[in-house]
């Protein structure tokens, strides 16, 4: 293990999310600090957090076919960075924990929380309320296989799935 030259290897030491730039950097989450980008080129910039908040403890990082980035936190919900700030889409939810994120074949968004299972459409975030899902309230992995089969780890609960027919929004 090596750690990077610069800022950030001096500066953030409470991560707890990474994901790819679709630029070629680092998206990187932390416990208090906020999002940050860690470029190419070894530069580190911070993302101005949500208004009114004071701290920020992200939990999943996700960046989409549009280059949109998502961010789950424990505490404001799900956010998605608008320029260099964040915006809360989680309908005003501030008990809502996000747990996963994972990419839908159509480019939506699948959001496991505290709460149970969301899906992110147009910048909404919509419960998802399926009667295998539905008994879950908590979800900390979900994805969404090329067949169009929707994943789910459960707490306390394993494995569940659905296939492609069953996955209706209500």
């Not at 949500?50 to 989409?64: A, F, H, T």
């Not at 280059?67 to 915006?87: A, D, I, K, P």
């Not at 879950?136 to 979900?142: D, G, L, N, T, W």
Request: no cysteine; hydrophobic share 40%.
């Amino acid at each position: 293990w090596e750690r990077p030259k610069g800022p950030a290897s001096m500066f953030i030491v409470d991560i707890k999310a990474l994901a790819p730039s679709a630029k070629g950097g680092l998206w990187l989450g932390t416990h208090d600090k906020g999002l940050w980008l860690l470029g190419k080129d070894g530069s580190l910039t911070s993302i101005q957090q949500v208004e009114g908040s004071q701290k920020l403890e992200i939990s999943r990082i996700l960046e989409d076919r549009k280059g949109r980035v998502w961010v789950g936190t424990h505490g404001l919900g799900l956010l998605l960075l608008e320029g260099n700030h964040l915006r809360q889409v989680s309908n005003g939810r501030l008990d809502l924990n996000i747990e996963s994120l994972g990419l839908g074949r159509d480019g939506n968004l699948w959001v496991g929380s505290n709460l149970g299972l969301f899906r992110g459409v147009d910048g909404a975030l919509i419960p998802f309320q399926e009667s295998t899902f539905g008994r879950y309230s908590r979800i900390p992995a979900v994805l969404e296989d090329r067949e169009g089969t929707l994943w789910a780890g459960t707490w306390q609960e394993g494995l569940v799935h659905l296939r492609k027919a069953s996955l209706d929004l209500i």
